[in-house]
């Protein structure tokens, strides 16, 4: 398959848990428009991953419509990429429990997502929440993708999907699903870090620490002035501290190559000053972030163009979907 590029899958999702992200942008969606120009691609709303979490009845539907906008506002083309919610796709769920039967407790304990998870919430650990790759999987593998654009944080995971893939495979003796590889920019896999200095950007890092595709530029402005620093470098090249280093890596992620080089030149001869960097980043970073929120706010008026969109995104999915279930409850023994 991956000899003729043309012919590969790509498949990729987002968990409604809120706004998305500069993580969730620079990490996957900016690389999902990119792809739709030359693969078959299905990306889709996470809205069965995010019942781990337990969300309301009430919230569900609109946190996942509130993505599927931003995906549309980014530049996801609903002519060019089958674009649909998870829960359209029931074929997923059966496909989830077939991989169940050949998962075991103590690969799934190992996972790193999953520890973390235990750790932050110890009164919520779901079967959904330890089952999390093998429904991972069942994403992917329903539609035979090959190529899955995520960040840094979801590597395990495709390393758990190929797992799956080779198990079911050889035990049953046949090539049904291919061995799908996660994809990131020129660099490799992203990781967007969180403006508090440490860790990654991202919902659990806290929302002043989080710049959200929503955010306006008051808001944005505050919380990168607000910014983790310190009081500067004291030897020439020195090598930077993690908030330093958090700074610039949003800097190259937003602003000019010119813009970057000046601060670091400034920051290798002692002499940048914080302050500085920071409102240059916060101007680049409103210019950035504020034509895709005015795009947001268009795309999410027209009701009609939205429901047509996830009606197409849930035919297109199914026909993929149902091919993939036909020959795996074949392989398995069953005889429709
Ligand atoms: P989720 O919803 O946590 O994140 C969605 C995507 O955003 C990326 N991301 C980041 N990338 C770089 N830096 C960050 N700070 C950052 N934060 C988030 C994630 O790597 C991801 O690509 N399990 C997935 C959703 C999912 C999925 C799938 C993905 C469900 N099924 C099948 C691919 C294929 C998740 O929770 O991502």
């Not at 970057?260 to 290798?268: A, G, I, K, R, T």
């Amino acid at each position: 398959m991956t000899e003729n590029n043309k012919r590969d899958i790509v498949c990729s999702g987002i968990r409604p848990t809120g706004n998305l992200h500069l993580g969730n942008y620079f990490g996957a969606l900016r690389n999902f428009v990119k792809l739709q120009e030359q693969y078959d691609c299905y990306f889709f709303v996470a809205d069965y991953h995010s019942l781990t979490t337990h969300p309301t009845p009430d919230n569900l539907y609109l946190n996942a419509r509130q993505i599927l906008i931003q995906y549309l506002a980014a530049g996801l083309d609903p002519e060019r990429s089958t674009i649909y919610f998870q829960s359209d796709l029931p074929q997923t769920a059966e496909l989830y429990l077939f991989f169940n039967m050949n998962a075991y407790l103590g690969e799934l304990e190992r996972v790193t997502s999953f520890k973390d998870k235990v750790r932050q919430n110890p009164n919520n650990v779901n079967a959904g929440l330890l089952t999390y790759p093998t429904l991972m999987a069942a994403d992917i593998l329903i539609h035979k993708a090959t190529r899955v654009p995520v960040g840094k944080d979801q590597e395990q995971h495709l390393e758990m999907t190929r797992t799956y893939a080779q198990r079911f495979n050889s035990m049953y003796g046949s090539e049904v699903f291919p061995l799908p590889q996660a994809v990131g920019s020129e660099g490799g896999l992203v990781k967007i870090p969180a403006l508090n200095g440490s860790g990654k950007m991202g919902k659990s890092e806290g929302e002043a620490s989080t710049i959200f595709l929503t955010d306006e530029p008051s808001v944005i402005r505050k919380k990168i002035m607000k910014a983790k620093s310190d009081s500067g470098p004291t030897e020439m090249n020195q090598r930077k501290p993690e908030e330093i280093e958090n700074l610039f890596s949003l800097l190259r992620a937003v602003s000019k190559p010119e813009t970057v080089e000046y601060f670091e030149d400034l920051y290798n001869r002692c002499q940048i000053r914080y302050g500085d960097l920071k409102k240059q980043l916060a101007e680049d970073m409103v210019a950035f972030v504020e034509p895709l929120r005015q795009r947001i706010l268009e795309v999410g008026a027209d009701e009609q163009g939205l429901r047509r969109i996830i009606d197409r995104g849930k035919e297109k999915a199914r026909a993929s979907a149902d091919r993939t279930l036909h020959e795996v409850r074949h392989v398995i023994g069953y005889r429709d």
